[in-house]
């Protein structure tokens, strides 16, 4: 896209970056072109994107005064160490996702994401620049670019750039997950022998998940990352959404504690009037109460009115009454069983004496038995004849 120079700013005494962009047909249509992308990318404001100060025109050449970062992009970083470790490659996709969620609420696209273009100042925070440039370039009427040309970087370049439409914020989020990518592994997820052939690669080759490049990562953030190399813009987070996943450990894997239990149960709340009994002693009537812990925030629940604690007592009764039912008619019906069993024993086992046991009425004396009142032995059957001495009258 151009030149970048470091300058002076005479009027306020300080470090910039000039960038001197490429063509030398600054005409008029041009121009008012680049003065509002210019001021577009001049009223974003974010910790993570470049600031563009000024911008004009110098021996027809359009330019740029912007921050000057001083420290080093993701390219010299890749080109000093061939890996970085997932640590700080969360922490860089997090930053420049919140850098890319400020752009694209503003309507703004970068186009051009790649390592070169992602810049680590002295404490390691992510800048982004050219941000809107990239627009006014990849715009044939701009005289910078011929019409049917693509501006970007074959090796990060979404699908859909890739078949010839327009950008938006989704070919952003599938550049940037190419630069993740290249973090992690060493390597873009596509790179073939031309830029013609890694352009179809974008189109129809799935990406090799980096776990099995034997990058140590959770398979949270490999899956992740898969989604940000979607085909489809379509199935790509937001740039916000990245933001927000890479600022909490789910890239780590890590599983959410549970919510804390809390019991449905009714607990009794010591009436306010009543002064606190001693601990661990029981309170009049014999039922302990408890207090509610202070550090829940809670207000406490009011006691329970007479009535209601005589209803649910009430109530406690009747279900053990009724659970102890059965147990007695199991206990009532058992005996039962037990007697009829020894009777009918008794009669079904018992020997059978037949007639060798009936008495001969002609040799059995017969049993005399003593009568109230009476003074002799009386005939059982009431029709003996009185003997000697006894008479039937009633009154002797």
């Known amino acids: 896209m151009g030149e970048v120079w470091r300058a002076t ?10 960038k001197l962009l490429l063509g030398d047909q600054a005409d008029a249509s041009s121009t008012a072109r680049f003065r509002l992308e210019a001021q577009t990318a001049a009223r974003l404001s974010h910790p993570h994107l470049v600031a563009v100060f000024d911008f004009g025109s110098w021996e ?17 970083l890749l080109a000093a160490q061939e890996k970085v470790h997932p640590e700080q490659v969360a922490l860089i996709a997090g930053q ?17 994401i790649k390592p070169g273009n992602l810049m680590l100042d002295a404490e390691g925070s992510v800048k982004i620049g050219d941000f809107g440039i990239a627009q006014f370039v990849d715009d044939p009427s701009t005289a910078l670019t011929t019409a049917g040309h693509i501006v970007g970087t074959s090796l990060y370049l979404a699908p859909e750039r890739a078949l010839g439409r327009t950008a938006d914020s989704a070919s952003d989020m599938y550049s940037l997950g190419c630069v993740v990518y290249q973090l992690l592994v060493g390597q873009p997820p596509f790179r073939s022998d031309t830029a013609t052939a890694t352009l179809y690669q974008h189109v129809d080759t799935p990406p090799v998940p980096v776990r099995q490049r034997g990058v140590e990562v ?16 379509e199935d790509r987070p937001s740039a916000q959404q990245v933001s927000d996943w890479f600022r909490t ?11 804390r239990h809390v019991p449905a149960g009714p607990v009794t709340a010591v009436p306010a009037a009543r002064p606190p009994s001693a601990a661990g002693a029981p309170t009049a009537g014999g039922v302990s109460t408890y207090r509610l812990p202070q550090a829940t925030g809670r207000r406490r629940a009011a006691p329970a009115p007479r009535a209601a604690r005589s209803a649910a007592t009430r109530r406690m009764r009747t279900s053990e009454a009724i659970r102890r039912r059965p147990r007695v008619a199991s206990a009532v019906a058992g005996a039962v069983a037990f007697v009829a069993a020894v009777y009918l024993g008794t009669v079904l086992f018992a020997p059978d004496s037949g007639a060798a046991d009936t008495p001969d009425p002609d040799t059995t004396p017969t049993a005399v038995v003593e009568s109230p009142g009476s003074e002799g032995p009386a005939d059982p059957a009431g029709d003996a004849p009185p003997q000697d001495g006894d008479s039937d009258d009633e009154d002797d």
């Open 9 to 18: 700013d005479e009027v306020l005494g300080r470090a910039v970056a000039v």
């Open 60 to 76: 027809d050449r359009f330019f740029l005064v912007m921050e000057l970062v001083e420290g080093q992009s993701l390219g010299d």
């Open 96 to 112: 420049a996702a919140a850098g890319l969620a400020a752009a694209h609420r503003q309507g703004i696209v970068h186009r051009d």
């Open 218 to 233: 959770s398979p949270a953030f490999d899956s992740y990352l898969m989604g940000l190399l979607a085909k489809k813009p």
């Open 249 to 259: 450990d789910a890239w780590r894997g890590r599983a959410e504690p549970l919510p």
